[in-house]
T-cell receptor, first 113, second 116 residues
């Protein structure tokens, strides 16, 4: 079963605004990753944040991680129409012997031109 | 770098037939490949993990005799859906992981399977 839950499930904003998506998970992690998926396509890796990191930036993306709350957020600043996609968080466990990514339920982001 | 391809991108087959999906890592060797299934507007569900030269490890609830996985080389894994039924219609995505870095996966573009 999926352990990650994204919030909100769907988000529509005007172009130029910032978009924030949240991800909650249940078990201890080694790292958490965010992916983007355009409709009917594969996944594109956006950013990885390790369990000992609290914040990470990549271009217009800002990811935070709060391991005490088992949650992460993805902020996309100055959104563009091309950012329209589904965004998934994925957790990689801390424990050995269970090396697989577990994906969240995803947030469908729509940028309105 | 780190490109993964899937073939075909889209396939329609009749109920009862089998269909094979290929997943290739184009510019790196992948000890481990993963197969996922995705229903419309849903998350990715891991089906199985395949390691080169050994039997695939299937997730709970996935029928190994229905979803045959072969990982014959470090750059190729195949998923064969046997005796397909309409409920097998889905989007199948593979990923490949470079040796020793299972947390780092590169995803293929996916295959849309429609069973009529």
């Amino acid at each position: 079963s999926q352990q990650g839950e994204e919030d909100p499930q769907a988000l529509s904003i005007q172009e130029g605004e910032n978009a924030t998506m949240n991800c909650s998970y249940k078990t201890s992690i080694n790292n958490l990753q965010w992916y983007r998926q355009n409709s009917g396509r594969g996944l594109v890796h956006l950013i990885l944040i390790r369990s000992n990191e609290r914040e990470k930036h990549s271009g217009r993306l800002r990811v935070t991680l709060d391991t005490s709350k088992k949650s992460s957020s993805l902020l996309i600043t100055a959104s563009r129409a091309a950012d329209t996609a589904s965004y998934f968080c994925a957790t990689y466990p801390r424990d050995f012997g269970n090396e697989k990514l577990t994906f969240g339920t995803g947030t469908r982001l729509t940028i309105i031109p | 770098g780190a490109v993964v391809s899937q073939h075909p991108s889209r396939v329609i087959c009749k109920s009862g037939t089998s269909v094979k999906i290929e997943c290739r890592s184009l510019d790196f060797q992948a000890t481990t490949m993963f197969w996922y299934r995705q229903f419309p507007k849903k998350s990715l569900m891991l089906m199985a993990t395949s390691n080169e030269g050994s039997k695939a490890t299937y997730e709970q609830g996935v029928e190994k005799d229905k979803f045959l996985i072969n990982h014959a080389s470090l750059t190729l894994s195949t998923l064969t859906v046997t005796s397909a039924h309409p409920e097998d219609s889905s989007f199948y995505i593979c990923s490949a992981s470079p040796s020793g870095r299972a947390y780092e996966q590169y995803f293929g573009p996916g295959t849309r399977l429609t069973v009529t």
